[in-house]
């Protein structure tokens, strides 16, 4: 069960990722409450999360990545929106989705540069990033029973930076998922209680990051500096020096061992 429960889409047919995802679910719908409709990606593994959206106005579309984690599933999702796709490579034109949600995306890839390259690409001008990872301060990241435990976890600080790297900017963020990842779960109600009291008493130590993201129009493309270009000085000599004003230079200047010397 242990070996499983680490593949995301076996995870989440187990009680305790049926759990998780009815917690995250609940979280996430508090970032999007209402969607105006348009096209949704969901990268990674998201087919648990995407129906909070998926309507008569919206199109959802699930790209899990070709990982361990994500790759092996059943076809879970609406028929013809569903694939797998590369890190570096996504079958979509650019600025095509109006929001992408990432979970269980980018801990689990060694390409996290390009990926997030490609998800900046397929977003909108206006588009919204959701982005689930691993809390590294939290319980789920050290128990490597589920998808949670796999791959490399996050810090805030670490996020925000990967993030703005990509161009892309955090505008608000919580955690979730307090309730312990391994051991009896307690019934939806009983982590339902340490949802809520670790929200309020424990917020830096939920399972997850739950982090929405903008593209940032105005972040710089590098950090090195441009070099500074002067332009080249060229030192001409002075065969003389004229003492009168209107005089041609040259005409009274003093010789090579003649003329008054120099007074400082």
């Given amino acids: ?28 719908s ?7 409709g348009g096209r949704v990606l969901g990268v990674g593994y998201t087919v648990p999360y995407l129906s909070l959206w998926d309507n008569d106005v919206t199109t959802c579309v699930s790209a ?47 390409a996290r540069r390009a990926l997030l390259r490609q998800v900046w690409k397929v977003m909108k001008d206006d588009a919204r990033l959701l982005l689930v990872v691993p809390n590294r301060s939290g319980m789920w990241a050290h128990a490597d029973t589920s998808p949670f435990g796999q791959g490399t976890p996050f810090s805030y600080r670490q996020i925000t930076r990967a993030l703005a790297s990509a161009c892309l900017r ?63 000085l060229r030192l001409r000599r002075a065969d003389a020096f004229s003492r009168s004003g209107g005089g041609v230079a040259g005409e009274n200047a003093p010789r090579h061992g003649g003329g008054p010397a120099l007074r400082t």
């Fill in 64 to 110: 899990r990545l070709d990982a361990l984690v994500t790759r092996p599933a059943p076809a879970e999702g609406p028929a013809g929106r569903e694939c797998v796709v590369a890190e570096d490579r996504f079958p979509f034109d650019d600025l095509f989705f109006d929001r992408v949600v990432m979970v269980h995306a980018l801990e689990v890839t060694d």
């Fill in 170 to 232: 955090v505008e608000r963020h919580e955690n979730a998922l307090y309730f312990p990842p391994v051991g009896p779960t307690g019934g939806r109600r009983w982590s339902g209680l340490l949802e809520r009291a670790g929200t309020r008493m424990l917020p830096y130590l939920g399972g997850v990051c739950v982090i929405e993201a903008v593209k940032d129009a105005y972040a710089p493309v590098g950090n090195a500096a441009a070099p500074l270009r002067m332009p080249a």
């Fill in 1 to 28: 069960m242990q070996e499983n429960t680490r593949i995301a889409s076996q995870f989440y047919a187990s009680p305790r990722g049926r759990l998780a995802a009815t917690h995250l679910r609940r979280h996430l």
């Fill in 30 to 36: 508090s970032f999007w409450p209402d969607m105006p």
